[in-house]
Nanobody, 123 residues
Framework: QVQLAESGGGLVQAGGSLILSCEVS????????MAWFRQAPGKEREFVAS????????LVAASVKGRFAISRDNALNTAFLQMRTLKPEDTAVYLC????????????????WGQGTQVTVSS
């Protein structure tokens, strides 16, 4: 069983930065593909970024490209989402997802999900 725990969310002013973390337990992290999604109130879950188990492949949604970056540290069993130049429209619950198969932006294919961390960007 894979368990994911997100942290790092909070309240930030527009233009600010945050780094989200997702710590994974229960599986050898270097074999786990990771992704970040977000869900704002009343909206569907939206893909943000994904990274393969080796870190060689990454994908970032067009809506955040150039502002967000995904990375991982296999020694820490943790994936990161670096967010900068935040905008009010980035306000959402950010969830990390994991699977043993690289599923890039396809949420239904990720078998493991964290509880989410709230990011609120004030104008």
């Amino acid at each position: 069983q894979v368990q994911l725990a997100e942290s790092g969310g909070g309240l930030v002013q527009a233009g600010g930065s945050l780094i989200l973390s997702c710590e994974v337990s229960g599986r050898t992290f270097k074999n786990v593909h990771m992704a970040w999604f977000r869900q704002a109130p009343g909206k569907e879950r939206e893909f943000v970024a994904s990274i393969s188990a080796t870190g060689d492949s990454t994908l970032v949604a067009a809506s955040v490209k150039g502002r967000f970056a995904i990375s991982r540290d296999n020694a820490l069993n943790t994936a990161f989402l670096q967010m900068r130049t935040l905008k009010p429209e980035d306000t959402a619950v950010y969830l990390c997802a994991a699977d043993m198969v690289y599923s890039d932006s396809r949420a239904p294919l990720y078998g493991y999900w964290g509880q989410g961390t709230q990011v609120t960007v004030s104008s």
